[in-house]
């Protein structure tokens, strides 16, 4: 996907992400960056999946 084609009010900076991110508390929290832009899960979606094994799935309970 090319950023240039996602409508403005669509389009977030890392910065602005990042400034969010960090007004949030939560227990566990990690702010992931990954080339591909806006709808990052279509554009890469290998980089995606490696950050969710590697970010998300520690904190699942399987045994549930």
Same mark, same amino acid.
């Given at each position: 996907? =090319?950023?240039?084609?996602?409508? &403005?009010?669509?389009?977030?900076?890392? &910065?602005? %992400?990042? !400034?969010?991110? =960090?007004?949030?508390? &939560?227990? @566990?929290? &990690?702010?992931?960056?990954?080339?591909?832009? @806006? $709808?990052?899960? *279509? %554009?890469?979606? !290998?980089? *995606? $999946?490696?950050? #969710? #094994?590697? +970010? +998300? #799935?520690?904190?699942?309970?399987?045994?549930?």
């Amino acid at each position: 996907l =090319d950023p240039r084609t996602v409508p &403005a009010p669509m389009r977030t900076t890392s &910065a602005t %992400a990042r !400034a969010y991110f =960090d007004s949030i508390s &939560a227990p @566990h929290k &990690a702010f992931v960056t990954i080339p591909g832009g @806006h $709808l990052v899960e *279509f %554009a890469n979606p !290998a980089r *995606f $999946l490696q950050g #969710l #094994l590697q +970010v +998300v #799935l520690p904190y699942i309970d399987c045994e549930r």
